[in-house]
């Protein structure tokens, strides 16, 4: 969830993934492209490890529709946790393309086997291992952890399948920086990209996209994770 404090609102708007609409864009392009389109569609960098399924491919990934119904069912229940709590109507709340699925990206490409898939290469070209992820490096005991497993959720963890357009920066009030998406590409057109595109242009944002499916979105972090900004609170924020 991110919020965006916008002069021409009288609120704030709040954005959030929109998981069920984006299974179903794939599977209307799956005709489309007679079962051969690509779905996703990164460029090679110096490890060895890139998904190279097609649509087709990945809507026969197991559970992929069910979670993300799952995930849009937990996405509406704080919705209207944040309305009631805050007074944020419907029109206030944007919604952003994005997949969740319970793993990793399936990835097979570039002649990886199964054995390198949890490690990299250095810029040597020897395999060096892969580093931890944001939820690996947690301690076990540590607060987090601890925090999950006294709740009273007993649910799948997922993570973003495409990297999550939701988790970049907020550079100004019209321009944010958000992970490049690598979508599926159509007539020239990576489709994600249009959309999360489409969606903050609804509030006036001009999207810059940036890579980080290697240094952020595999280690299960996105932009925002990676990123810091200098900003002016100097202004009464209510």
Request: glycine fraction near 6%.
């Amino acid at each position: 969830m991110k919020r965006f404090p916008l002069t021409y609102l009288k609120a704030e708007t709040t954005s959030l993934t929109a998981p069920v609409v984006c299974v179903h864009w794939l599977d209307q392009l799956s005709g489309a492209c007679q079962h051969r389109g690509k779905a996703s569609d990164p460029k090679p960098g110096f490890q060895g490890c890139l998904p190279n399924l097609t649509i087709d491919q990945v809507l026969q990934i197991a559970n992929l529709t069910e979670l993300n119904t799952y995930a849009n069912q937990y996405i509406q229940k704080n919705i209207e946790i944040v309305k009631a709590a805050v007074g944020l109507t419907d029109e206030e709340i944007l919604h952003v393309p994005g997949i969740y699925y319970n793993e990793s990206f399936p990835c097979t490409a570039n002649g990886a086997q199964p054995q390198q898939l949890h490690s990299v290469a250095s810029f040597k070209g020897a395999p060096v291992p892969k580093p931890l992820s944001i939820i690996e490096a947690i301690n076990p005991n540590g607060p987090l952890e601890k925090r999950q497993t006294t709740t009273r959720y007993t649910g799948p963890r997922l993570t973003a399948m495409y990297p999550g357009a939701i988790n970049g920066v907020v550079l100004s009030d019209s321009q944010i920086l958000a992970p490049a998406q690598w979508g599926p590409i159509i007539n020239g057109k990576d489709i994600f990209a249009a959309a999360v595109r489409d969606s903050y242009s609804k509030i006036n944002l001009d999207v810059t996209f940036i890579d980080d499916w290697y240094d952020h979105h595999e280690l299960d972090g996105e932009v925002h994770c990676g990123t810091n900004v200098y900003r002016d609170a100097s202004a009464p924020w209510w």
